[in-house]
């Protein structure tokens, strides 16, 4: 291989002058003087090194820093890396999937609308089951500071927590009338199943409001305007209801026989 020419030649990137002191350093690696340019056409024999010290020599030259000034830095090429295994991971995937690239565009958005859907339908996943816990906390506060506080969240929006107070309104309001018994530690179910003893006529909402106040305290699903307004309609309902004692229920049996008797 031609020291001027054979190495010069197989650095296309470097400049003529780069390539001349690039070819001068090999021969002085070489222990061989620098030649002098030899005119074109002269007929003289090219200078020639052996391949194994060339090499060497080149190596060594181009592990010089001027020729890595404008290489990329360690994070430019792992970014590189990264997109280009991406981009071999879609061609794959475009290969192998119906329609090529359209194809498998069309299943990444059937599968995002799919994990959209459960989402909204589940809410927010959990770390670890919850069961029900107290309707109340430590703090024991009357129904009518329970209605005040959910009719507040309900001016700002906040339906989650306006349904929560709105439920605890419900059962302290029925403690307070002596509908329910005074339990610390009352879930909401066991409150609705309790107060549809004395209220069978509104078992079914009771039921509703217990779910709908489970869910949003403990299943992450976030409550709307009519949820809230449907545990407040039941609320006033509640309040204008009368219980009928047993002792008040008319006695068909009685009845009957002292009709009889006159």
Do not use: C
Request: charged share 25%; net charge neutral; hydrophobic share 40%.
């Amino acid at each position: 291989m031609g020291a001027t020419g054979g190495v010069a030649s197989a650095l296309p990137a470097l400049s003529r002058t780069a390539a001349d002191g690039f070819a001068r350093a090999v021969l002085r690696a070489h222990g061989t003087a620098t030649p002098s340019p030899v005119p074109s056409g002269s007929g003289a024999p090219p200078v020639t090194l052996p391949r194994d010290p060339a090499r060497e020599a080149a190596r060594r030259e181009l592990a010089k820093r001027m020729y890595h000034e404008h290489d990329p830095g360690l994070l430019e090429r792992a970014l590189n890396a990264f997109w280009d295994w991406i981009g071999r991971l879609f061609d794959s995937a475009s290969a192998a999937t119906p329609g090529g690239a359209l194809g498998l565009v069309a299943l990444l958005l059937a599968a995002l609308a799919v994990v959209a859907a459960l989402w909204w339908r589940l809410g927010t996943p959990r770390r670890e089951p919850v069961t029900s816990a107290a309707l109340f906390d430590d703090r024991p506060r009357s129904a009518a500071e329970h209605r005040a506080a959910a009719e507040a969240h309900a001016a700002q929006g906040h339906w989650s927590r306006a349904v929560q107070e709105r439920m605890r309104a419900v059962v302290r309001s029925l403690e307070e009338r002596a509908l329910l018994d005074v339990r610390p530690g009352r879930t909401a179910d066991e409150a609705a199943a309790e107060a549809g003893r004395s209220l069978p006529e509104h078992t079914d909402r009771l039921r509703t409001a217990a779910r709908d106040f489970d869910d949003v305290t403990y299943g992450g699903h976030r409550a709307t305007e009519q949820t809230y307004l449907r545990v407040a309609a039941l609320d006033r309902d509640l309040e204008r209801t009368r219980p009928r004692p047993a002792h008040d229920e008319p006695d068909t049996a009685s009845t009957a026989d002292r009709g009889a008797a006159g």
